[in-house]
């Protein structure tokens, strides 16, 4: 159990576009679900928190303008790279959090290179 | 007081050898101590966790130690193998908020 997907697993687009990023729970519901930024040979960056239903809740320095997070159904969330620029290129990775689960495990997707050319 | 410090940033051991990963924290308000294993392109995965209430605790060839008046926690891999060469992450949560990571230990298996 526990199983969190990302889809795209590798996405390389033209800098001004944008680019979506589905995390979805398969055999749980996730009642909150976090967005991670992650560097080459580094730890993870909390981009944002996201509770269903609710505005996500952005960490200092994350742009929620250009990073829109929705967390419209208990089983997904999605973050949009909006005009994308070679900067945004990253590994990005969602985990989720539910209800019946110990209150703070969380579950990690496999991840998102993106590539901004 | 939200850090979560690690080391070492590397570790070289030899196959049968046990590499140990050491963390430590400042907010007391912690009350749950995970470590993550990540390979190279992939989402971290949980290894194990601990909550402060015990002071080891073990799953097959991982064990977490757990010292609360030290502030301190540490992972143990016991017989490790080259599989095991993989980035550790220890992290830190209290209650309902997000977990707060340490840096990471990139650990090598030589056979």
């Known amino acids: 159990g526990a199983v969190v997907s990302q889809h795209p697993s590798r996405v390389i687009c033209k800098s001004g576009t944008s680019v979506k990023i589905e995390c979805r729970s398969l055999d749980f519901q996730a009642t909150t679900m976090f967005w991670y930024r992650q560097f080459p040979k580094q730890s993870l960056m909390l981009m944002a928190t996201?509770?269903?239903?609710?505005?996500?809740?952005?960490e200092q320095g994350v742009e929620k303008d250009k990073f829109l997070i929705n967390h419209a159904s208990l089983t997904l969330s999605t973050l949009t790279v909006t005009s994308a620029h070679p900067e945004d290129s990253s590994f990005y990775i969602c985990s989720a959090r539910g209800p019946g689960r110990s209150y703070n495990e969380q579950f990690f997707g496999p991840g998102t290179r993106l590539t901004v050319l | 007081q939200q850090q979560v410090k690690q080391s070492p940033q590397s570790l070289i051991v030899q196959k049968g050898g046990i590499p140990i990963i050491n963390c430590a924290y400042e907010?007391?308000?912690?009350?749950?101590f995970p470590w993550y294993q990540q390979f190279p392109g992939k989402g971290p995965a949980l290894l194990i966790a601990?909550?402060?209430?015990?002071s080891e605790k073990k799953e097959g060839r991982f064990t977490i130690s757990f010292n609360k008046s030290a502030k301190q926690f540490s992972l143990h891999i016991m017989d490790s193998q080259p599989g095991d060469s993989a980035t550790y992450f220890c992290?830190?949560?209290?209650?309902?908020?997000?977990?707060?990571f340490g840096k990471g230990t990139k650990l090598s298996v030589i056979p």
């Open positions: 992290a830190a949560g209290a209650g309902s908020y997000q977990l707060t």
């Open positions: 601990i909550r402060p209430d015990v």
């Open positions: 907010n007391t308000a912690f009350d749950y």
């Open positions: 996201s509770n269903e239903g609710s505005k996500a809740t952005y």
